[in-house]
């Protein structure tokens, strides 16, 4: 009996030892390793919400705090957020083009006041992804790294610093670019006045093609089966088409001038412009300036007045004008006196034909004419 009395008193001292040993750990470890005197709830906590709706939220990394909600300049304790946000808000200017021509993409824009640099973006199709380029200093940059017969989209956004941080806008409106080749396939088509330039094809690139013939008119460039490609009849619209060319420069309208609507003459070349952007969507069209005749022509009756000339001319200038890339084109001024009529110097005799002067003059004009206006021959 006493040995179980006994028994029972040494597991209940054992079992209020542990007890007395736990409640020693517990306020060991809350004050001395933790140092917490006093139990403070999460939700007392200024700025903290209670520990059931923190945990029911996802860890997330900070965003940066968006422009719209910066204080604006000379508002707030002076910080230089305003600053920043104004100078963000800005949006740079569409960039123009100043060339377009392998190797070479040159675009300025209107510099932003307090830029110290500009990020040039370039993208392959409309609304697809732009990649960053370059950095620039100055409102105007160089791409040569395009590629011929491409085309690009292009857009700047400016950058500035402020008190140490850079700043930057966002990106302006796009442009868009097409690179044309360096040595453009070039056909001439036209009547006797393009037969002449044939004779001197010699002095032009070896890349060019002509498609010539005394009577040509717009109408039959468009209609006529006059030419032979193939060993089939086609026009010389088709004709051109086959040889996929970059631009087309057309010297025609003297033949036609006394039968044809000057409004028709204007309007088939919409056509012939229109039915070409199926074989090339950037196809540059080259319209010439109807040239000069005498009055006293030995072909008398069929020349149209000098008025008819000028009326054929004002609708080629409108057609062109209509266009981004039809230009028209007026080298023949020289070649008329004071009274409208073709100079001497420039016929052969008959009034109307061109003399081998002017046809050297028109084939070396023609050549600057196309360097200067489009950036290649």
């Given at each position: 009996?006493?040995n179980?009395v006994k028994?029972?008193?040494?597991?209940?001292l054992?079992?209020s030892l542990g007890?007395?040993?736990?409640?020693?750990l517990?306020?060991f470890?809350?004050?001395?390793?933790f140092?917490?005197g006093?139990?403070?709830?999460?939700?007392?906590v200024?700025?903290?919400?209670?520990?059931?709706?923190?945990?029911?939220?996802p860890?997330?990394?900070?965003?940066?705090?968006?422009?719209?909600?910066?204080?604006?300049?000379?508002?707030?304790d002076?910080s230089?957020?305003?600053?920043?946000?104004?100078?963000a808000?800005?949006v740079?200017?569409?960039?123009?083009?100043?060339?377009?021509?392998?190797?070479?993409v040159?675009?300025t824009?209107?510099?932003v006041?307090?830029?110290?640099?500009?990020?040039v973006?370039r993208?392959?199709s409309?609304?697809?992804?732009y990649e960053?380029i370059a950095t620039?200093?100055?409102?105007?940059?160089?791409d040569?790294t395009?590629?011929?017969?491409?085309?690009y989209?292009?857009?700047?956004?400016?950058?500035c610093?402020?008190?140490?941080?850079?700043?930057?806008?966002?990106?302006?409106k796009?442009?868009?670019?097409?690179?044309q080749?360096d040595?453009p396939?070039t056909?001439?088509?036209g009547?006797?006045f393009?037969?002449?330039l044939?004779?001197a094809r010699?002095?032009f690139?070896?890349?060019?093609?002509?498609?010539?013939q005394?009577?040509?008119?717009?109408y039959?460039?468009?209609?006529?089966n006059?030419?032979?490609?193939?060993?089939?009849k086609v026009t010389?619209?088709e004709?051109?088409?086959?040889y996929k060319?970059?631009?087309l420069?057309?010297?025609?309208?003297?033949?036609?001038?006394?039968?044809?609507d000057?409004?028709?003459?204007?309007?088939n070349?919409?056509?012939?412009y229109?039915?070409?952007?199926?074989?090339n969507?950037a196809?540059q069209?080259?319209?010439?300036?109807?040239?000069?005749w005498?009055?006293d022509?030995?072909?008398?009756?069929?020349?149209?007045?000098?008025e008819k000339?000028h009326?054929i001319?004002q609708a080629?200038?409108e057609v062109?004008?209509?266009?981004?890339?039809?230009y028209?084109?007026?080298?023949?001024?020289?070649?008329?006196?004071?009274?409208?009529?073709?100079?001497?110097?420039?016929?052969?005799?008959?009034?109307?034909h061109w003399?081998v002067?002017?046809r050297?003059?028109?084939?070396?004009q023609?050549?600057?004419?196309?360097?200067?206006?489009?950036?290649?021959?």
């Amino acid at each position: 009996m006493k040995n179980k009395v006994k028994t029972s008193l040494a597991i209940v001292l054992f079992l209020s030892l542990g007890v007395l040993v736990g409640v020693l750990l517990c306020y060991f470890m809350n004050n001395v390793v933790f140092g917490h005197g006093d139990t403070v709830r999460a939700s007392e906590v200024v700025g903290e919400t209670a520990p059931t709706a923190a945990l029911s939220q996802p860890i997330v990394s900070a965003t940066p705090v968006p422009t719209d909600a910066v204080t604006p300049a000379g508002e707030g304790d002076g910080s230089t957020s305003g600053a920043e946000s104004m100078f963000a808000s800005i949006v740079p200017s569409k960039p123009e083009v100043k060339r377009c021509v392998y190797p070479k993409v040159t675009l300025t824009w209107d510099g932003v006041e307090g830029a110290i640099m500009y990020t040039v973006y370039r993208s392959k199709s409309r609304d697809g992804e732009y990649e960053e380029i370059a950095t620039v200093d100055k409102n105007r940059f160089v791409d040569n790294t395009a590629r011929r017969r491409r085309t690009y989209f292009y857009k700047v956004s400016a950058g500035c610093e402020i008190d140490g941080t850079e700043v930057f806008t966002e990106p302006g409106k796009q442009v868009k670019v097409y690179v044309q080749p360096d040595h453009p396939k070039t056909v001439i088509i036209g009547e006797c006045f393009a037969v002449a330039l044939e004779r001197a094809r010699s002095r032009f690139p070896s890349y060019y093609r002509f498609i010539a013939q005394g009577g040509m008119s717009t109408y039959s460039i468009l209609n006529n089966n006059e030419f032979t490609y193939g060993g089939q009849k086609v026009t010389a619209l088709e004709k051109a088409a086959l040889y996929k060319p970059d631009r087309l420069v057309f010297l025609v309208g003297a033949n036609g001038a006394g039968s044809v609507d000057p409004q028709d003459a204007g309007k088939n070349f919409e056509k012939m412009y229109k039915l070409m952007k199926r074989v090339n969507p950037a196809i540059q069209f080259v319209i010439l300036a109807v040239s000069p005749w005498k009055s006293d022509s030995v072909y008398g009756r069929k020349m149209p007045s000098h008025e008819k000339r000028h009326q054929i001319n004002q609708a080629y200038r409108e057609v062109a004008e209509k266009y981004d890339n039809i230009y028209y084109c007026n080298l023949t001024e020289r070649f008329e006196d004071s009274n409208g009529n073709l100079r001497g110097q420039f016929n052969t005799g008959d009034g109307l034909h061109w003399s081998v002067y002017a046809r050297d003059y028109m084939t070396v004009q023609l050549q600057k004419w196309l360097k200067k206006k489009l950036g290649s021959v």
